[in-house]
């Protein structure tokens, strides 16, 4: 069954960092691209940041210098990274990605950022 895991959303202060994990299911080289995406109370759902199979990276304009996607294709994982965190990054976090051919979403992480 092929599927993705999120963890790692949580509380935090402005200011401050949190590490978004996501664990995917079959090879790891057919997933391509992976994304995180985000959605926070009466708002679309918006593209964060997104990362390709041999590492190339996309960001949004809100989070470019502050957010950092990676993948560790041994442990089939891909990470966000998200530093001095703003309360309006606030939102349900969803670790996406395509597998051959197909389109895939994890459950999703809630963040939280209090000012």
């Known amino acids: 069954q092929v599927q993705l895991v999120e963890s790692g959303g949580g509380l935090v202060q402005a200011g401050g960092s949190l590490r978004l994990s996501c664990l995917a299911s079959g090879d790891i080289f057919s997933w391509n691209p992976m994304a995180w995406y985000r959605q926070a109370p009466g708002k679309q759902r918006e593209l964060v940041a997104r990362i390709s199979s041999i590492g190339s990276t996309y960001y949004s304009d809100s989070v470019k210098g502050r957010f950092t996607i990676s993948r560790d294709n041994a442990k089939n994982m891909v990470f966000l990274q998200m530093n001095n965190l703003k309360p309006e990054d606030t939102a349900v976090y969803y670790c996406?990605?395509?597998?051959?051919?197909?389109?895939?979403w994890g459950q999703g992480t809630q963040v939280t950022v209090s000012s």
């Open positions: 996406s990605g395509h597998y051959r051919g197909n389109a895939y």
